[in-house]
């Protein structure tokens, strides 16, 4: 694996030819871990590139989280695939993870020419709204006058500015699962407390009758590090049957 730069971004890649598989990682995190690893060598196996990017304000990448945004998260997401094209990469499979689900969701939506099909790893689909509808009127109030809000998970803790709800119209899964074709695989744990499994049965629900696949997985949680040999022979298998398109 060699570590590149694009722009801002720092990231991981291994180039093996012209189709690519992106992993994407969730809000917090980075593109290391054992699920991008376990996929990272399903890719190996098969003969397939692997990419892996730091979003802005995440891991090795510069920024701060109160930027984060809808639109900022697409706009890493283009620059890593054109990035992509200048090695010659012309398909690509996308692999996200909780907020990476979303981003690349959206990724997808915009390529529909180029992006083969999709696997979601506890998708959060509701990203934008859930930050808004956990928050009291007076909290809204106060997150709209000073443009930040403090926010602390398990895993991360950081202020959010009020950018990342302001666009939260734009991006709905009522909109997103509208028209959606890609071939498409979702894991989702039933014992998920950050992302519900009903988000992923919404946009199972919402979709054109296509070849979407939902895997609930009983003892989940949300991170699901424990089923990730299972995600990525998933991986392997979707791509695998795609392989007619690349």
Not at 63 to 75: C, F, K, P, Y
Not at 192 to 221: A, N, T, Y
Not at 231 to 236: L, Y
């Amino acid at each position: 694996m060699t570590t590149v730069r694009v722009g801002d971004l720092v990231g991981t890649l291994d180039h093996r030819g012209p189709f690519a598989v992106l992993w994407v990682h969730g809000f917090g995190s980075h593109r290391g871990g054992e699920k991008a690893e376990a996929v990272r060598a399903e890719c190996d196996r098969r003969g397939w590139t692997f990419a892996a990017f730091d979003f802005r304000g995440h891991g090795e990448s510069p920024g701060e989280m109160v930027d984060l945004t809808a639109s900022r998260l697409i706009e890493d997401l283009e620059e890593v695939w054109a990035h992509l094209r200048t090695f010659g990469v012309t398909r690509l499979g996308l692999v996200g993870s909780s907020m990476g689900g979303f981003a690349s969701a959206w990724l997808a939506r915009r390529h529909p020419e180029s992006v083969v099909g999709c696997v979601f790893v506890a998708p959060a689909f509701h990203f934008l709204d859930r930050r808004w509808n956990s928050v009291t009127d007076a909290e809204r109030d106060e997150w709209r006058r000073t443009g930040r809000r403090s926010f602390r998970n398990g895993w991360v803790s950081c202020q959010l500015g009020y950018g990342l709800i302001a666009e939260r119209e734009r991006f709905t899964l009522r909109e997103l699962a509208d028209g959606w074709h890609h071939p498409t695989l979702i894991f989702h744990g039933c014992a998920d407390d950050v992302v519900p499994d009903q988000d992923s049965l919404e946009f199972v629900r919402r979709v054109p009758p296509g070849d979407v696949e939902l895997r609930l997985l009983g003892d989940g949680d949300h991170r699901l590090t424990s089923y990730k040999d299972r995600i990525a022979a998933g991986v392997g298998e979707l791509f695998a049957r795609l392989a007619g398109a690349l």
